[in-house]
């Protein structure tokens, strides 16, 4: 008997597949090991470990990944103007904002309580309802630190803003996966207006890539059709 809390793995020869039932699940496929994600706010897989050998009678099938799908409506963009604007009134601390929806209320979103300093935003604990978790790294460039990795393994989106001292700062998205990510989700696939930012991404040369050959960016926007 398997004891509730364990995560499943399954094997992938073919046929259809629900959705994960606990937040996310392994999936062994003719590519490699999967991970597939399923919370309130948003669905997605990512390829963890491409599997290069074919192992010989395990009859294995190419698992097609689920894009990013968000579930709920776009953060309007004006949000993100209003803590813009409050990171910029304190431009040495390291803010952190939490923004939840609710279909009654719509987005709102908080700064938490937290130990504020140049380093680090000290914040460890898992806030329920939080759709997207948002730092600042006011003057320093926007990407995901050693600190951050440690502090953002939920399964919510986390985002950092840099540059905000700039007239166009940064800003850089991804979705937790519970210990891994999906990087380089673009801004719009979670804001509907993005004002004076511009989206930076993990890899530029990789993505660029991606798109001409396949339409990759086009792809996360599949959830509006
Ligand atoms: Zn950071």
Do not use: C
């Amino acid at each position: 008997m398997f004891k509730s809390n364990l995560i499943p793995l399954y094997m992938y020869l073919g046929h259809p597949m629900q959705r994960p039932e606990r937040l996310y699940d392994y999936v062994i496929a003719e590519q490699g090991i999967i991970k597939r994600v399923e919370t309130p706010y948003a669905s997605a897989d990512a390829l963890l470990a491409p599997i290069t050998e074919k192992l010989i009678g395990l009859h294995l099938q190419p698992y097609p990944l689920r894009p990013l799908q968000l579930k709920v409506p776009r953060i309007p963009g004006r949000l993100l103007l209003d803590v813009l604007a409050d990171a910029r009134s304190n431009i040495d601390i390291e803010f952190m904002y939490h923004f939840r929806y609710s279909p009654a209320q719509g987005w709102t979103v908080t700064r938490p309580e937290q130990a504020q300093s140049w380093g680090r935003v000290g914040y460890s604990h898992d806030p329920t309802g939080v759709v997207l978790d948002l730092h600042s790294h006011h003057t320093m460039p926007a990407f995901f630190s050693g600190t951050d990795d440690g502090d953002e393994q939920g399964g919510r989106f986390y985002a950092v803003m840099g540059h905000i001292d700039h007239a166009t700062p940064q800003l850089i998205l991804r979705l937790g996966m519970y210990g891994h990510w999906l990087y380089n989700v673009p801004g719009l696939a979670l804001f509907d207006d993005l004002g004076p930012f511009v989206d930076t991404y993990v890899d530029e040369a990789a993505i660029y890539q991606a798109e001409q050959e396949d339409g990759w960016f086009s792809k996360f926007f599949s959830w509006r059709s």
